[in-house]
């Protein structure tokens, strides 16, 4: 199982403003779905009471929080991440998705194997940032670059960044945590 983290981050690494998303891009929301589809998708509890609609459809919905909350059927709750990433890979799950948000993204920097990330070309003053992360640690993959068009009012890149050296156990087993 590969561990990928996705967000959509701007150039000072703004995530969200007040438990919201500081922008609104169809396009990438779009993009979100087609990759998670299908996946398991894991969650801080704050990102999770945030979602608009609920549970997001057709993909195993994943918490982390260290309280008793309720949940519609179907969601997962668990303590901690190590408890979710063991579950989650022994239900057969290839690539599991880190879908925010902040203490989340910071909290599996150093065991995802990849990150995806929209960078939006905005400025916003955020309250919830996407961790640093060290270059020596990472390369770009891909960068597909998209200019601002009627639906979406912000120029804005997909990039794919992979970890140079790699777990040793990506794709084959799950120790989590031991990298
Ligand atoms: N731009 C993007 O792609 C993107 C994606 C997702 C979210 N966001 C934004 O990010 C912001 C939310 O981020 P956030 O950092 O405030 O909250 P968060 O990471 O979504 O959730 C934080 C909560 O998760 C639980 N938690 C975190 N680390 C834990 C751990 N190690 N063990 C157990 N539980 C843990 C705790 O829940 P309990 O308090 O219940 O214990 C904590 O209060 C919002 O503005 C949202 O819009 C942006």
Known sequence: M????IAAVAPNRA?????KLPWHLPADLRFFRKLTTGH???MGRKTWQALPNGPLPNRVNVIISRSAIEVPEGVLVF???ELALEWVFRQGETEAFIIGGAQIYQATMNIVDKMVLTEVDIEVEGDAFFPEWRDIDWEE???DAHPADEKNPHAYQFV????KKKRRDAGRAWRPFDY
Not at 160 to 163: C, I
Request: charge should be positive.
């Open 2 to 5: 590969i561990v990928t983290s």
């Open 15 to 19: 995530i969200g403003k007040n438990n």
């Open 40 to 42: 398991h998708v894991i």
């Open 79 to 81: 303590k901690n991440l």
């Open 141 to 143: 993959d891909t960068r």
């Open 160 to 163: 794919t960044y992979l970890r």
